[in-house]
């Protein structure tokens, strides 16, 4: 009986600091939404934490904390805005590498299959079939950004313009051309490899001469109410076995293997 009150007073003991740490606040960019849920599994699974993620385009989530939106750690699509953020004074600095860059994220283009128009290639781009192609929002989401880039390096910016259809993210544009409002989308590889996308279509790698880098970075909030598990987050992320799986998901790791 003293052996198990005892035992049951340990526990409590150590559950305490993750009930008053409370739950960990997670701003995510949109492209994250297929593949990060299950690496917030793993993470809580191995220190107890537990974390929740808000998904929507980068700059969305930028304008939500510079208004005082109560996040810990930002993931955002590119540097840009936790860049912003630092110089705000809103996020910490984290010595020379300032935000950390956690992945590059791919462009794709994905088209359903039985489409009638010719299969997802740089000459898709160049068909008068294509009557509607879905990108994000440029002046939000880093892919759209990446997206109006690829069209001017080729050329295509102006003759396909009127046949833009702009979503608010990426999450979003995928869903425009699964959908047929669309008929081909300038998306992430991220959701072109969701299960969905890929039973419903095929999808060309755009190269990536074509757009600058999108370089995922990631900062954590100053007021994040839960400092060391964004710091634990962060280095979860950074760790071998989850780039790899970042990896397996359309993110080019980090710091690839050598």
């Known amino acids: 009986m003293p052996n198990a009150f005892l035992f049951a007073i340990s526990i409590c003991l150590l559950a305490a600091p993750l009930r008053a740490q409370g739950t960990l606040r997670v701003a995510a960019a949109a492209d994250l939404e297929p593949l990060l849920p299950p690496i917030l599994a793993q993470f809580q699974q191995a220190t107890g934490i537990h974390a929740e993620a808000t998904y929507q385009?980068?700059?969305?989530?930028t304008a939500e904390m510079e208004n005082g939106a109560p996040f810990d750690l930002f993931l955002s699509a590119d540097l840009s805005y936790p860049k912003r953020l630092i110089r705000e004074g809103l996020a910490e600095t984290t010595g020379t590498a300032t935000p950390i860059t956690y992945a590059k994220g791919t462009l794709v283009l994905w088209e359903r299959k039985g489409s009638k128009i010719p299969p997802p290639s740089l000459d898709l781009l160049r068909s008068a079939a294509l009557r509607r192609l879905a990108i994000a929002n440029p002046g939000r989401a880093p892919y759209g950004r990446a997206a109006i880039a690829?069209?001017?390096s080729l050329g295509l910016y102006d003759a396909l313009k009127p046949r833009i259809v702009t979503a608010e993210n990426i999450a979003q544009a995928a869903q425009y051309a699964d959908s047929a409002n669309a008929d081909a989308g300038l998306i992430s590889l991220t959701s072109a490899l969701t299960p969905r996308l890929r039973a419903d279509g095929a999808y060309f790698i755009v190269?990536?001469?074509?757009?600058?880098?999108i370089e995922q970075g990631a900062v954590i909030l100053k007021s994040a109410k839960n400092r060391a598990a964004a710091h634990k987050l962060l280095d979860f992320l950074l760790s071998p076995p989850i780039q790899a799986q970042l990896a397996k998901s359309g993110l080019t790791p980090a710091n690839p293997p050598k």
């Open 150 to 152: 690829t069209l001017k």
């Open 57 to 61: 385009a980068s700059a969305m989530l």
């Open 207 to 213: 190269p990536r001469s074509l757009y600058p880098p």
